[in-house]
Every structure is written in C-alpha cells, then in structure tokens.
T-cell receptor, first 118, second 110 residues
Framework: GAVVSQHPSRVICKSGTSVKIECRSL??????MFWYRQFPKQSLMLMAT?????????EQGVEKDKFLINHASLTLSTLTVTSAHPEDSSFYIC??????????????FGSGTQLSVL | GQQLNQSPQSMFIQEGEDVSMNCTSS?????WLWYKQDPGEGPVLLIA?????ELTSNGRLTAQFGITRKDSFLNISASIPSDVGIYFC??????????FGQGTRLTINP
C-alpha cells in the first residue's frame, strides 16, 4: 500500500530556533500534500495545502511567514517552523494525495512529528 | 466554518462490548469518512461512505451514511484491546479539504 514517511518523528528544540519537518510519499507521486496540527486531546486542524511547484495555500489564522512550506518535488513537502516558541509545541501530521485521484478518501497520512519547544 | 459534532468524546468499556459513536453536521456532505488514530501516529482510514443511507462494514466495524447526509455513525462489535485509540469522523465535499470531528477516545478494560 501507499506509504507516507514523515521525519523526524520527534524533535525537541530551543525557543527561537527553526525546525524542518519532511513529508515524503515513498511509492507514489503526490501533487497535493496537506499539513495538520493536533494539540493534545484535540482534533486535526488543517494548516495549509501544499501544491507541487506553486505556493502553499494557508488556512485562516495560520501565519505563512512562520510556517514555511516547500513542495519542490512530487514526493516531498517540507514544513519549517521558524523562530519556534513553546506555544508551537504540537503534533504535526502531513497527508499526501496521489496524483491519480482527486478524492480525499485516498489521502495517506504520515505518522506525525511531535514538536516540543523549550 | 464547517463543524462536525462528534460524540461521545470518550468511552470506557469492557472488552467484548459493542461500541457506537456518531457525528452530526449542520451542512450536507457527499462523503463521510471514519479514521482511527493510535497514540503518536497519523490517522488510518477505516471506512468511506459515499451515498446517503449507505451501510458499510469492515470486519467488526460498521458505518452508516445518514439519509439526510448530515450525519453518520460507527459501530464496533465485540471490542478487543487493539480497538483502543481515537476515532475521528471526517467529511469532504468534492475535492475540498477534509474536516475532522473532535474525536472519540476509546479505552477498553480487559
């Protein structure tokens, strides 16, 4: 089956530093990838839609200069949390939609990245 | 924005019991999805529903797409320890983004 690899699975960083999270589709190509944030005991909230070769679309309230998204190839999207602060600590999850479908039920999710900012 | 009301928020049951959870919305949707998330992992799709009134099973799991297209339920029969996790409903209107419910946290006592 389709696999989405997300790396790192866990990262601890100091306040003010930047952290990059990678999302790779291992056995399929994905024109569109999505980035979500999940706080403890809460639901997944969509942060942005990443489109290969073009600018990401951010959800209302998500700062694009703080959460930089790059989708430079059909198999890789990266999310960089710039100047991280403790309130950015969260579980970040990506999902990828194969190029052969426009259906959201065909999304494949990564295993998430737990970010802890000290 | 679009909002799903999922209930219950949490369930504590004995192994072997049946489980039922549901999701409602004020809007109509064309697709209802049910996911399971294990701790520290991304969600995994359990069942996808495409047609109003549709009843679909996946092993011990059964889900239905409400006739009004504004609700769905998920049942788990004869629960086992590996059913522990958080269950999310999600909706999609066409190729638009997924919107997730608040989740139902299932705990099973052996």
């Amino acid at each position: 089956g389709a696999v989405v690899s997300q790396h790192p699975s866990r990262v601890i960083c100091k306040s003010g530093t930047s952290v990059k999270i990678e999302c790779r589709s291992l056995d399929f190509q994905a024109t569109t990838m999505f980035w979500y944030r999940q706080f403890p005991k809460q639901s997944l909230m969509l942060m942005a839609t990443s489109n290969e070769g073009s600018k990401a679309t951010y959800e209302q309230g998500v700062e694009k200069d703080k959460f930089l998204i790059n989708h430079a190839s059909l198999t890789l999207s990266t999310l960089t949390v710039t100047s991280a602060h403790p309130e950015d600590s969260s579980f970040y999850i990506c999902s990828a939609r194969p190029t052969w479908t426009t259906s959201n039920e065909k999304l494949f999710f990564g295993s998430g990245t737990q970010l802890s900012v000290l | 924005g679009q909002q799903l009301n999922q209930s219950p928020q949490s369930m504590f049951i004995q192994e072997g019991e049946d489980v039922s959870m549901n999701c409602t919305s004020s809007s109509i949707f064309n697709t209802w999805l049910w996911y399971k998330q294990d701790p520290g992992e991304g969600p995994v799709l359990l069942i996808a529903l495409y047609k109003a009134g549709e009843l679909t099973s996946n092993g011990r799991l059964t889900a239905q797409f409400g006739i009004t297209r504004k609700d769905s339920f998920l049942n788990i029969s004869a629960s086992i320890p590996s059913d522990v996790g958080i269950y999310f409903c999600a909706v999609s209107r066409g190729a638009q983004k997924l919107v997730f419910g608040q989740g139902t946290r299932l705990t099973i006592n052996p």
